[in-house]
């Protein structure tokens, strides 16, 4: 369990607990077993960018921001800014997926040399390059730092600043948490 799966887990305690809901009403929702929930929670649980969606949309957030939206602006800011700005697009998550092909092709680096640097398949690669939901976090947080980046600076790379704490913020609002300067 890595401190991007516990911060997720965090997140998402805060929201279902600022929502009132029980692990039980969540589940149900996200259409998602109660143990999965709760092994999510807990940061043990390899959670797929699927499951992610679905529990980003019981809670009325971007998926996008749950493993970083209870950091402080400043730490946020200071990650994202590391990175160079893609064109911007709205999207969602699966838009961190197509990310990851324009990453690559700027690098000038095939699927195959990027799958062998993020421990993953090619055919893997493939499959996330075009938007599989079906991927865990673990391995786009290997992709993201097989580039020498975060999980929230992949996340943001192509959206501005404004755009991606506009998101933050209605995360931290649905969670009852106060603006973290």
Do not use: Y
Request: proline share 2%.
């Amino acid at each position: 369990m890595g401190p991007v799966e516990k911060e997720i887990g965090k997140n998402i305690v805060l929201l279902r607990q600022a929502c009132g809901m029980t692990q039980e009403e969540v589940a149900h929702r996200a259409n998602i077993s109660v143990h999965c929930l709760q092994m999510i929670e807990h940061g043990h649980w390899n959670v797929t960018i699927d499951s992610l969606m679905h529990l980003s949309q019981v809670f009325g957030v971007d998926a996008r921001v749950l493993s970083f939206f209870s950091k402080s602006d400043e730490d946020i800011l200071s990650e994202i800014s590391k990175v160079p700005r893609l064109a911007e697009e709205t999207g969602d998550i699966l838009q961190v997926c197509r990310s990851i092909a324009l990453l690559r092709k700027e690098a000038g680096i095939t699927q195959k040399e990027l799958a062998q640097k993020a421990r993953i398949s090619t055919a893997r690669l493939r499959e996330i390059e075009h938007g599989c939901a079906n991927t865990t976090i673990k391995r786009i947080l290997r992709i993201a730092q097989s580039f020498g980046m975060s999980l929230a600076m992949l996340s943001s790379i192509n959206m501005s600043e404004e755009v991606l704490m506009d998101l933050v913020r209605e995360a931290r609002e649905a969670a009852g948490l106060r603006p973290k300067l």
